[in-house]
Each structure stands twice: as C-alpha cells, then as structure tokens.
C-alpha cells in the first residue's frame, strides 16, 4: 500500500489549504484514515480521524478550524484546513488503517503559515 500526500504549502496566517492524501495498491477495505503532524522538537500528534462509518475526531486545537473528509471511491482522505495560525506549521502525515488492521504512512506534506 503506497500512500501519496499532497496540498501542503506556504500560508498567511488566516488562509487555508487543503490536504490529500491518495491510497493506491493491495487494498481490500480501509478502515479508518487519519491525519497527523510533527511540528520542529515535537512529537507526532493527532489532528484528525474518520472511520469506515464516518465517524470524525479532532485535537482540541483544530476544532471547528478543520475538516475531514474520505472519497471511498478513490481511497483518499482530504484535510480542509481554515483560519490557519503559525502554530499550525507542521510536516503533515496521512495514516490508513485497513481491514487487516495494518497501518500505512504517508510521505508528509509540510504546511507553513507565516506570521
């Protein structure tokens, strides 16, 4: 399974961006898809989660600001980020779970808001 992560960029603080991450290979069902950032001297940490039923999880810190969304159809996951802040700045992952509950990880997106 080869995960393939894009959208990511330089922002004004305020803007928005949109992540994609497509899912391409032996796939027989994904379960959950989610995505993750690690900013510089941090841990990696939840941003967002939807599983096979559709059911979302955010951090804290991003509620009400982003959106997760999946195509089932094209095995993608999309992370619509709005009201961006400096302390968004990140490398971005996309993770997939599938139905062998096998995990697979995403090249990472960096996503930059300046100030």
């Known amino acids: 399974v080869q995960l393939q992560a894009s959208g990511g960029g330089l922002v004004q603080t305020g803007g928005s961006l949109r992540l994609s991450c497509a899912a391409s290979?032996?796939?027989?069902?994904?379960?959950?898809m989610g995505w993750y950032r690690q900013a510089p001297g941090k841990q990696r940490e939840l941003v967002a989660i939807i599983t096979s039923g559709d059911i979302t999880n955010y951090a804290d810190s991003v509620k009400g600001r982003f959106t997760i969304s999946r195509d089932n159809a094209k095995n993608t996951v999309y992370l619509q980020m709005n009201g961006l802040k400096p302390e968004d700045t990140a490398v971005y992952y996309c993770?997939?779970?599938?139905?062998?509950?096998?995990?697979?990880w995403g090249q990472g997106t960096q996503v930059t808001v300046s100030s």
């Open positions: 993770r997939v779970v599938v139905r062998s509950l096998n995990a697979y």
């Open positions: 290979g032996s796939i027989f069902g994904i379960n959950a």
